[in-house]
């Protein structure tokens, strides 16, 4: 059985900073890419970040780049997203998300095969 548990969620205050973590568990791990999504009330769930299987390639919506880092750690089976500045927009719920297929990250929610349920990050102006 393949779990995805995001955990670091919280309430913060605009230009502060949190990490979110995803530990992942029930399968070969270092051969997925790994992904970051997000989603407000009355909006669709968005791309927020991705990472290959290996770490050496990663990729960022727009209005995150230079704020937000993601990162692997294999050997832990986890993900890691750091949120610094974070803004009131950033208020979401984030999904932490594995696609099995072998190649160049994809920013497209229809392509990840697990998730995870999601923890509440909320950012007060």
């Known amino acids: 059985q393949v779990q995805l548990v995001e955990s670091g969620g919280g309430l913060v205050q605009a230009g502060g900073s949190l990490r979110l973590s995803c530990a992942v568990s029930?399968?070969?791990?270092?051969?997925?890419?790994m992904g970051w999504f997000r989603q407000a009330p009355g909006r669709d769930r968005e791309f927020v970040a991705t990472i290959n299987y290996s770490g050496s390639r990663t990729y960022y919506v727009d209005s995150v780049k230079g704020r937000f880092t993601i990162s692997r750690d294999n050997a832990k089976n986890m993900v890691y997203l750091q949120m610094n500045s974070l803004k009131a927009e950033d208020t979401a719920v984030y999904y932490c998300?594995?696609?099995?297929?072998?190649?160049?990250?994809?920013?497209?929610?229809?392509?990840?095969?697990?998730w995870g349920q999601g923890t509440q990050v909320t950012v007060s102006s």
């Open positions: 029930g399968r070969t791990f270092n051969t997925d890419t």
């Open positions: 998300a594995a696609d099995l297929t072998i190649g160049t990250p994809s920013n497209n929610v229809a392509d990840y095969d697990y």
